[in-house]
């Protein structure tokens, strides 16, 4: 973050674009950006000196939610549906259900939200269709509230150990390097476990991401036993009296009986030095993933128990809906998404700003 410190009232970079109401989760993530670096030039303070945050060049590409994601399926196709000109009759909810199902909201929820709407039209509840979008946009955030329940790290377990876990490529290392990121401009001291010990490489992104920010990496050679290290990590992360262990995990297919046993060794040896350890096991999703999410979350529960989701990759064209099949199916807590590959993409679940980006109101007022 650059700062500068100008007698102007009027800050020189205007506002991103913000939605009519700011919802929690970007003032949130506005927030997480106003520390002044201890690095940073003590300023000149005289009456009237007004600070202006520039962005630095990562920062410049933080996005809103609506921003980030605009480019979805289920908001373009809803977008196209709208600017068609529909008239408020069954043909609307057919093409209405058809894109929620299409978005990946699963048939059971898309089903349900239907005919809700279908119930409400017959008792002439909606003027047009754009109040029947507002309908709709109520009852999808009504399935995400319950879920949107943000990580709270309890100090009383020191270290608080997050166990990250997922299949192949969905995003695991890089939530890390974010939360540790984020854990970290909250104050909290954060070590990170190398337990993906298939690959090297593995092993060397998070070193990089722990060097970049200032974060110690626990790390064996590669084909260490991944159990042995996470628990060497935490016997580490004591010695040291930090507060979070945020420990890795290599990809495995939900389907890889014997990989997916490994995770409940690790469940069990970290038990032996805490017996709640681990207090919070992140299960990444990808957001483009589509109904097979379904499937993943069901076996790594029963694997080693998941308490919370991330479900990464959101930006882009992401249908977006699998997070509303998710709510539905298990009603796990989501803590975050990750709407870009930044450390500030990574962002506290808000089941409002989320609606509001998917699909904003403006997109019933285009009749
Ligand atoms: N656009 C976008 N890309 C993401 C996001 N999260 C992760 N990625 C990208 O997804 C790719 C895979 O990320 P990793 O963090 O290596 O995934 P992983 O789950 O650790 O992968 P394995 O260790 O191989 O199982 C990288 O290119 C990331 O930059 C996100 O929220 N948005
Ligand atoms: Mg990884």
């Known amino acids: 973050m650059l700062k500068f410190w100008k007698k102007s009232e009027k800050p020189e970079v205007p506002p991103a674009d913000p939605p009519a109401k700011a919802s929690k989760g970007e003032l949130e993530g506005s927030l997480l950006n106003s520390p002044l670096p201890p690095s940073a030039p003590s300023p000149a303070r005289g009456g009237r000196e007004k600070q202006i945050n520039l962005p630095s060049a990562g920062e410049a590409k933080k996005k809103t939610w609506r921003e980030r994601l605009a480019g979805s399926v289920l908001n373009r196709d809803i977008r196209d549906l709208f600017a068609r000109?529909?008239?408020l009759d069954e043909s609307l909810l057919d093409d209405l259900e058809t894109i929620l199902i299409g978005a990946d909201v699963g048939v059971t929820a898309s089903t349900e939200l239907i005919e809700d709407l279908r119930a409400r039209m017959a008792k002439r509840e909606f003027a047009d269709a754009g109040e029947l979008l507002g309908a709709l946009r109520?009852?999808?955030?009504a399935l995400l509230a319950p879920v949107a329940q943000p990580l709270r790290i309890d100090t009383a377990h020191k270290p608080f150990v997050i166990l990250m876990v997922g299949v192949n490529g969905v995003g695991k290392t890089t939530t890390i390097g974010k939360l540790a990121r984020r854990l970290q401009d909250q104050g909290l001291g954060v070590v990170l476990?190398?337990?993906d010990t298939f690959r090297a490489a593995a092993v060397e992104q998070l070193k990089t991401w722990g060097e970049r920010n200032g974060v110690a990496v626990i790390a064996q050679g590669s084909g260490a036993d991944s159990a042995s290290?996470?628990?060497d990590a935490l016997q580490s992360t004591r010695s040291k009296g930090a507060d979070v262990l945020i420990a890795d995990t290599a990809g495995r297919l939900h389907t890889q009986g014997g990989l997916m046993d490994e995770l409940s060794k690790v469940r069990?040896?970290?038990?032996?030095l805490d017996a709640q350890a681990?207090?919070?096991?992140?299960?990444?999703?990808?957001g483009t993933t589509g109904q097979n999410a379904i499937n993943q979350t069901r076996q790594f529960r029963q694997a080693i128990g998941v308490t919370g989701l991330v479900v990464t990759k959101l930006d882009g064209t992401?249908?977006?809906?699998v997070v509303f099949a998710l709510a539905r199916e298990f009603g796990l807590p989501i803590r975050f998404v990750g709407l870009g590959e930044t450390a500030e993409d990574l962002r506290e679940f808000d089941a409002q700003a989320f609606v509001d980006g998917l699909l904003p109101s403006s997109l019933g007022a285009t009749q």
Do not use: N, Q, T, Y
């Open 278 to 286: 681990p207090h919070e096991v992140l299960l990444a999703i990808d």
């Open 318 to 321: 992401a249908k977006g809906g």
């Open 85 to 87: 000109h529909p008239r």
């Open 138 to 141: 109520e009852r999808l955030v």
């Open 268 to 272: 069990r040896v970290l038990g032996k």
């Open 229 to 231: 290290v996470i628990f």
């Open 193 to 195: 476990a190398a337990g």
